[in-house]
C-alpha cells in the first residue's frame, strides 16, 4: 500500500528524514499485513492435508520494495510533482489549435479498424494472426459495445445497473437455444435477441424505477445473479453448468464458413483457413459497434436523450416539466439492454458455446468500470478505456517471457484479474472523472463549448 | 418438528455468520453513504487470516487446545484484517472522499477484485479444507447441536455485546453517530471525522474477520470466491434490517440465515440464492426503509 | 398596481376548494380555499411555515392532498382536476408550470439545453416518438428549429442570450433564476407557479425579474401564481394577494386590502418584531 500516509508524521524536518520515517512505517506495516498471505503459503501435501510452505525471502523482497517505492514517492515524487504543479499554474494557458489527429480522431479511429485484419493478415499470415484479430480485436470490440451499450444507462440517463451482464446472457442464450432448437439463422436472432434483451429490460426495469443510487445498484445485480442462478439451475432447457455447445456459426447471407463445396474458402477460391470467418466475426462485431455508436449519437440529439441527461441532472425537475420519468427510464433500461442482446448473441455465435460462467457479477463489473473510467457519457473516452483495461490484461496472456525472469512456474494469466483491480483503483484516484470529463452538448446557437466535468451530475437514480 | 428446530438451529447459526459481516456494511453505509463492495472479501481474509493462523499453530507448536487455538486465531484475524480494511480505507476511498459519487463504488469494486485475486496468486485457487476442529455434538431429544455451532452464537452475542456498548456509551460511538448524521457539522465540533471513519472501517473488519474465521470453522473449508456471495447475503440482511441500523443487520442476518436454512429444508436448495436474492429485491422495491431504518422523504 | 389586467379577463384559472394536508400528526394545510383569475399575477404570502411551498406542491401534482380539489380552467375550456393527475401530467396536459424555492436546473446541460428539454413533449411528438428522428425525418429537424427557436425568444427575454452554450451551473445566481423561469415557460405553461422567485436577488436583479414576470403575463397572456417573501416584489406587481397563516387564509384581496389588514399585520408580528417594521414601512410604500 504505497501511499499511506502516517498519521503521526507531522512535516517536521528534512525531507529525507520525513521520507525515512514515513517509509518504515509502510514497510512495518506491509510487513504486518502480509507475513500471514505471503510469509506463508497453504500447500496440500500428499496425504491431502494443508501444510504451509515458507517464503520468507518473497515477503522480505516485498517489504523493502514498500520501504523503497515509498521513500521515492516521498523524497523524490511529491516535491518534484509539487514544484511542476507550481510552474503549471505560474505559465499563461495557451489555448492550443486542435491538431488534424485530434479534429478527425473518430474517422481516424475507424479508418484504422477497417485497415486493421488486412494488416494483420499480411503482418502475420492466416495462422498467426488469429490471436490479434480474435483476442485483441473482437474481444476487445464486444467489451466497447457492451460498455457503449450500459453507457445509455449509466452514463447518460444516471441510473446506476450492476446486473447489465444478465442482458447480455438473455442475448446469448437466445441466440444459443432458438438456432439449435429451430435452425433460425443468426441474421433473423439478432433482432430477435435485441428485442428478447430490451423485454427483459422493461421487466426487471418497472418495478425497480422507483429506486435511487445505490439502491438500484443492488436490485440490479440481485437480478443479474437471479438471471444467471436460473440458468445454472433450470437444467432441461440450459443444460446449467455444463452449458450450450454446437452453436451453429452465422453465414455470410447463406455462405458458410467451413471447407464444404460451397463455403466461403471454396467459392473465393481460396485456401481453407479459420482466419476468414475471424475476419468476418471482427467486420461484423464492428459494424455492430458502429451502430451503436451512431444510435447512441442520434438519440443523444432527439428528445429522448436530452431527456436521460436531464434525468441524470435532477430527476424532480424533469417531472416538473411534463417528462414523463417512468416512460423515459424504461426506454433508457430497454435500449440498454437491446444493445446487451446484440452483443450476447453475436458472443454466442463467436463462442459457438454458452454457459453461465461467462455472466458472472464479475462481467458486469469489468463493464461498468469501462463506463466510469471512460467518463461517463463519452463515446471515445470508453472505447479508450476498454481498450486499456481488456486489451491491457490480454496482453497479460502473451508475456511468456516474464517466465524466464520468474521461473516456469509463473503463470503471468493468474495475475490478469489482479492487475486488473489494481488498475481499476488506481485509475479511478488518478482521474475520478474518468478519461473524458467533460462533456459535449447536443445543441447549440453561436458556438459548441464543451462542458466541463465539474457540473454535470453523476445521476442519482 | 424436530426437523424444524433442527433447521432453526442450523439458521440462526449462518444468520450469526451473516450479522456480523452485515454490521460492517450498515456501519459504513451509514456514516459515509457507500456500499463497501470489497466487504465480503474482508471476510474471505479473515477467513484465510484464522486458516494460516490454525495451520501454523498446528505445525510450529504441533496443536493446541481448541479454546487457545480459537483465540489465537480470532485475535490474530482481527488484528491482520482490520489492518487491511484500514489501510485500504486509506488508499483507494478517502482519496475520493466528496468527489465523484461512483468513483468510491467503482474502486470498491476494484478492491474487491484485487483482493479475491490476490488471495487466489498468493495462496493458490484450490479449496482449502482443514480437520474437524470441534466435533462435540449435543443430542436432546432428537435434536443435535453441535458445539462449533454454540460457539459461534455465543462469541457473536458476546461480541455484539460489547459492540453496543462501544457504539452507544463510548466517547467513540457518540463520534460516529455525529459524523453519520451531519459530518460538516460534526467536524466543526472538533471531531477528527477521518479518524472516525478510519476506526468504522476498522471495527467493521474486525467484526468480519470474526465471521470468516467461524465460517472456516463451521464448514470446514474456504476458497478465494468465497467472499462474493456470503457478503451479498449480508448485505442482503443490512438492507432487510433497515441500513444504517446495528440491530437491524443482527435481526436481517438471522432473517437471511433462518429463510435460507428453512428454504433449503423444505423446499429446493438448488433455488436457495435466487431466494436470498429475490428477497432483497422485494424488500428494496416495496420497503426500501427496512424493516427498522428510516424511512427517506422525497424534498421538492 | 395594474387595475386593466384585472378588468380584462377576471374568471378564474385555478381554483383551489377546501384543500387539506396532513404530514403526521401535522395539518400543513387546513381547509384553504382561494382562486387565481386568469391574467393576473396571484402572490401568495406568510409567515415561515405558514404553508406555502406545500400548497405548491399539492398544485403542481408533487404532493396528493389528504383532501380537497384543485381545479384547472384552461382558455379553451378544458378543466383538469390537479389533485388528481401526476406531477408530470399537471405541466404536460393541464399546462401549469413551476420553478423551485431551490432552483432546480441542469447544471451540467447548456442553457439552450435547458430550454430544449423543456419542449420535451412537443418534441417527441415531433420525432414520432423517437423512431422517425432516429431515421432522420425531415418533420424532427424543422420542429428542432423551431424549438431553438423558441429557446433563443426565451433567452434574449431573460437577457441570457449572451451564454446560450455556457452550462447552467456557471451561470450567477441571479441568472439562474431568469433561466428556471425561461425553462419553464418552454412548456407553454397557462398558469405559472413561481415558488420565491426573488430569494437571494439583489435589488437591481429583483427590477429584471419584476419585469420579465411583467412581460410574461402582457405579452405571453400566461396568469403567474408566486410565493414571495420580498414585500417590494409583492406589493409591486401582484395584483391580488393571498395570505396564510398555519396553513389557513386569513386574508385575500387586491394589495391595498391585505397590507391593511389587521389579521396580516398582527400575523406579521406574531412572527418576528423586526419583520413587522419592514412589513409596515413596505406596505406604506407599496401605498404610492
Redesign the interface.
Do not use: H, W
Given at each position: 500500500?504505497?501511499?499511506?500516509?502516517n498519521?503521526s508524521t507531522v512535516s517536521t524536518g528534512s525531507p529525507t528524514g520525513k521520507a525515512l520515517r514515513e517509509a518504515t512505517f509502510t514497510a512495518v506495516?506491509t510487513f504486518?499485513?502480509f507475513a500471514?498471505?505471503?510469509g506463508?503459503?497453504?500447500?496440500?501435501n500428499m496425504r491431502n492435508?494443508?501444510?504451509?510452505v515458507p517464503r520468507w525471502g518473497m515477503l522480505a523482497i516485498l517489504v523493502v520494495l514498500a520501504f523503497v517505492g515509498r521513500f521515492a514517492m516521498v523524497a523524490w515524487l511529491q516535491p518534484w510533482r509539487a514544484a511542476s504543479k507550481a510552474a503549471k499554474a505560474e505559465a499563461p494557458t495557451v489555448d492550443e489549435e486542435a491538431g488534424f489527429v485530434k479534429r478527425n480522431f473518430s474517422k481516424l479511429a475507424i479508418l484504422a479498424l477497417v485497415l486493421y485484419p488486412p494488416i494483420i493478415l499480411a503482418l502475420f499470415g492466416a495462422q498467426g494472426s488469429l490471436k490479434y484479430i480474435d483476442n485483441f480485436g473482437i474481444q476487445i470490440l464486444i467489451y466497447v459495445m457492451l460498455a457503449w451499450g450500459l453507457n445509455i444507462v449509466v452514463g447518460l440517463a444516471g441510473l446506476?445497473d450492476l446486473g447489465y451482464v444478465a442482458f447480455y446472457a438473455v442475448g446469448a442464450y437466445s441466440y444459443a437455444l432458438l438456432s439449435i432448437n429451430f435452425g433460425f439463422s443468426f441474421w433473423i436472432l439478432l433482432p430477435l435477441a435485441g428485442i428478447l434483451s430490451a423485454f427483459w429490460g422493461i421487466i426487471l426495469g418497472f418495478?425497480?424505477l422507483?429506486?435511487k443510487?445505490?439502491?438500484l445498484?443492488?436490485?440490479t445485480?440481485?437480478?443479474g445473479?437471479?438471471i444467471r442462478?436460473?440458468l445454472i439451475?433450470w437444467q432441461d432447457v440450459t443444460k446449467g453448468t455444463f452449458g450450450i455447445s454446437g452453436i451453429p456459426k452465422i453465414t455470410l447471407f447463406g455462405i458458410p464458413f467451413d471447407a464444404s463445396p460451397n463455403g466461403f474458402a471454396k467459392i473465393f477460391h481460396l485456401a481453407p483457413s479459420s482466419a476468414y470467418y475471424k475476419v468476418f466475426l471482427f467486420y461484423l462485431i464492428l459494424l455492430l459497434c458502429l451502430l451503436t455508436a451512431f444510435?447512441t449519437i442520434?438519440?443523444r440529439r432527439?428528445?429522448?436523450g436530452?431527456?436521460w441527461?436531464?434525468l441524470?441532472?435532477?430527476e424532480?425537475?424533469?417531472?416538473?416539466?411534463?417528462?414523463?420519468?417512468v416512460t423515459t427510464k424504461l426506454?433508457a433500461f430497454a435500449i440498454g439492454a437491446m444493445f446487451g442482446g446484440f452483443a450476447g448473441s453475436f458472443f454466442a455465435a463467436r463462442q459457438g458455446f454458452v454457459s453461465p460462467e461467462s455472466f458472472v457479477?464479475?462481467e458486469s463489473?469489468v463493464i461498468?468500470?469501462i463506463v466510469?473510467?471512460g467518463g461517463?457519457g463519452s463515446l471515445t473516452g470508453i472505447a479508450i478505456a476498454a481498450i486499456a483495461m481488456v486489451g491491457g490484461t490480454e496482453l497479460l496472456r502473451e508475456m511468456d517471457f516474464l517466465k524466464a525472469v520468474f521461473g516456469p512456474d509463473f503463470t503471468p494469466e493468474?495475475?490478469r484479474?489482479?492487475i486488473?483491480?489494481?488498475?481499476?483503483?488506481t485509475m479511478?484516484?488518478v482521474r475520478?472523472?474518468g478519461f473524458v470529463g467533460s462533456?459535449e452538448?447536443?445543441?447549440?446557437?453561436?458556438?459548441?463549448?464543451n462542458?466541463?466535468g465539474?457540473?454535470?451530475?453523476?445521476g442519482h437514480g | 418438528m424436530e426437523y424444524f428446530i433442527q433447521q432453526l438451529i442450523n439458521g440462526l447459526t449462518l444468520g450469526s455468520i451473516y450479522g456480523l459481516i452485515a454490521i460492517g456494511y450498515t456501519m459504513v453505509y451509514g456514516i459515509i453513504g457507500m456500499i463497501n463492495f470489497a466487504h465480503g472479501d474482508i471476510f474471505m481474509l479473515g477467513g484465510f487470516a484464522g486458516l494460516i493462523v490454525y495451520l501454523l499453530l498446528m505445525t510450529v507448536f504441533g496443536g493446541a487446545p481448541i479454546a487457545v487455538a480459537l483465540l489465537c486465531m480470532l485475535v490474530v484475524s482481527m488484528l491482520v484484517t482490520s489492518l487491511w480494511n484500514w489501510s485500504i480505507e486509506r488508499t483507494a476511498y478517502r482519496p475520493l472522499r466528496g468527489s465523484f459519487r461512483l468513483a468510491p463504488l467503482i474502486t470498491a469494486i476494484g478492491v474487491s477484485i484485487a483482493l479475491s485475486n490476490f488471495i487466489q496468486v498468493a495462496q493458490g485457487p484450490r479449496n482449502k479444507p482443514i480437520p474437524q476442529m470441534v466435533n462435540s455434538v449435543y443430542t436432546i431429544e432428537g435434536i443435535s447441536i453441535s458445539l462449533k455451532q454454540i460457539i459461534i452464537v455465543v462469541i457473536t452475542v458476546a461480541l455484539l455485546a460489547s459492540f453496543w456498548y462501544i457504539v452507544e456509551k463510548t466517547p467513540l460511538g457518540r463520534a460516529q453517530r455525529a459524523t453519520e448524521q451531519d459530518r460538516k457539522m460534526a467536524a466543526l465540533l472538533g471531531i477528527d471525522v477521518d479518524r472516525t471513519i478510519s476506526i468504522t472501517f476498522v471495527m467493521g473488519a474486525a467484526l468480519a474477520a470474526v465471521a470468516g474465521t467461524m465460517f472456516l470453522m463451521y464448514y470446514g473449508v474456504i476458497v478465494f470466491t468465497d467472499g462474493f456471495v456470503p457478503g451479498v447475503k449480508a448485505f442482503t440482511a443490512a438492507v432487510l434490517g433497515g441500513i444504517g441500523s446495528l440491530p437491524g443487520a443482527v435481526i436481517g442476518g438471522l432473517l437471511i440465515g433462518l429463510i435460507e436454512s428453512l428454504w433449503s429444508a423444505y423446499f429446493t436448495i438448488a433455488y436457495k440464492d435466487v431466494a436470498t436474492f429475490a428477497i432483497l429485491a422485494f424488500v428494496l422495491i416495496f420497503k426500501p426503509s427496512g424493516l427498522l431504518g428510516r424511512p427517506e422523504v422525497e424534498k421538492v | 398596481m395594474s387595475a386593466v389586467a384585472s378588468t380584462m379577463n377576471n374568471d378564474a384559472i385555478l381554483k383551489v376548494e377546501h384543500l387539506s394536508m396532513r404530514f403526521g400528526g401535522l395539518m400543513a394545510i387546513n381547509d384553504l380555499s382561494f382562486e387565481v383569475r386568469r391574467g393576473e399575477i396571484t402572490a401568495l404570502i406568510g409567515p415561515n411555515g405558514a404553508g406555502k411551498t406545500t400548497v405548491f406542491n399539492c398544485i403542481t401534482g408533487f404532493y396528493k392532498p389528504t383532501m380537497g380539489m384543485i381545479c384547472m380552467q384552461q382558455k379553451g375550456g378544458k378543466s383538469f382536476y390537479l389533485e388528481r393527475m401526476a406531477d408530470f401530467e399537471v405541466t404536460r396536459d393541464a399546462k401549469v408550470a413551476r420553478t423551485f424555492q431551490n432552483i432546480r436546473l441542469f447544471s451540467g446541460l447548456t442553457l439552450l439545453e435547458n430550454l430544449l428539454v423543456a419542449q420535451h413533449n412537443a418534441l417527441m411528438k415531433a420525432s414520432g416518438y423517437t423512431v422517425l428522428g432516429l431515421l432522420g425525418f425531415k418533420s424532427y429537424k424543422d420542429a428542432s428549429k423551431e424549438a431553438t427557436e423558441k429557446a433563443r425568444y426565451w433567452l434574449e427575454k431573460a437577457s441570457l442570450i449572451d451564454r446560450a452554450d455556457d452550462p447552467a451551473g456557471d451561470l450567477p445566481y441571479g441568472a439562474q433564476r431568469r433561466l428556471e423561469i425561461a425553462r419553464a415557460m418552454c412548456t407553454g405553461p397557462e398558469l405559472l407557479c413561481l415558488d420565491e422567485p426573488a430569494a437571494g436577488l439583489n435589488p437591481r436583479e429583483s427590477q429584471e425579474l419584476n419585469k420579465l414576470l411583467r412581460s410574461i403575463r402582457a405579452d405571453n397572456g400566461t396568469s403567474l401564481l408566486l410565493i414571495e417573501h420580498d414585500m417590494s416584489v409583492v406589493m409591486e406587481i401582484s395584483d391580488h394577494v393571498v395570505v396564510l397563516e398555519y396553513g389557513q387564509k386569513i386574508s385575500d384581496g387586491d394589495p391595498a386590502h391585505v397590507k391593511n389588514d389587521p389579521r396580516v399585520i398582527a400575523a406579521y408580528l406574531g412572527v418576528d418584531d423586526e419583520e413587522v417594521e419592514t412589513v409596515l414601512t413596505e406596505v406604506e410604500e407599496g401605498a404610492h
Open positions: 500500500m504505497a501511499s499511506v500516509t498519521p506495516m504486518l499485513m500471514l498471505f505471503i506463508l503459503k497453504t500447500d496440500q492435508e494443508l501444510i504451509l446506476l418495478p425497480v422507483r429506486l443510487g445505490d439502491y445498484a443492488i436490485v445485480l440481485a437480478f445473479e437471479i442462478l436460473v439451475n444510435v442520434r438519440l432527439l428528445p429522448i436530452r431527456a441527461e436531464a441524470r441532472e435532477d424532480i425537475a424533469c417531472r416538473s416539466l411534463g417528462i414523463n420519468t426506454t457479477f464479475l463489473a461498468l468500470s466510469v473510467l461517463m493468474l495475475y484479474m489482479l486488473f483491480g489494481l488498475a481499476m483503483i479511478m484516484l475520478p472523472r462533456r452538448p447536443t445543441a447549440f446557437l453561436f458556438e459548441r463549448k462542458v466541463s465539474s457540473f454535470t451530475k453523476e | - | -
